[in-house]
Nanobody, 121 residues
């Protein structure tokens, strides 16, 4: 089982940037695809981004493509989500997730507790 702890959330003005981090512990981090999802108030959780085990392959939701960048540092067991040009509609709780596969995926088996991102308009 892998444990995931997110950090880096906060309040930012529209157009601003934030970088989320997710520290992983437990099973081997570098062998698994990772990802981020978010859940806004009153809405279902939605996929944001995923990265494969090596960091060389990524995939994004259309709503964040070109603004968000997912990356990972396997030496630090950490995955990041750089969020630029933030919009009010990006406001949500952001969750880090781990998959059991190496390739990019939208199916995750382990989740962190989430970090709140609030974008003021």
């Amino acid at each position: 089982q892998v444990q995931l702890v997110e950090s880096g959330g906060g309040l930012v003005q529209a157009g601003g940037s934030l970088r989320l981090s997710c520290a992983a512990s437990g099973r081997t981090f570098s062998s698994n695809a990772m990802g981020w999802a978010r859940q806004a108030p009153g809405k279902e959780r939605e996929f944001v981004a995923t990265i494969n085990w090596s960091g060389l392959s990524t995939h994004y939701a259309d709503s964040v493509k070109g603004r968000f960048t997912i990356s990972r540092d396997n030496a630090k067991n950490t995955v990041y989500l750089q969020m630029n040009s933030l919009k009010f509609e990006d406001t949500a709780v952001y969750y880090c997730a781990a998959a059991s596969t190496r390739a990019v995926t939208m199916n995750f088996g382990s989740w962190g507790r989430g970090t709140q991102v609030t974008v003021s308009s």
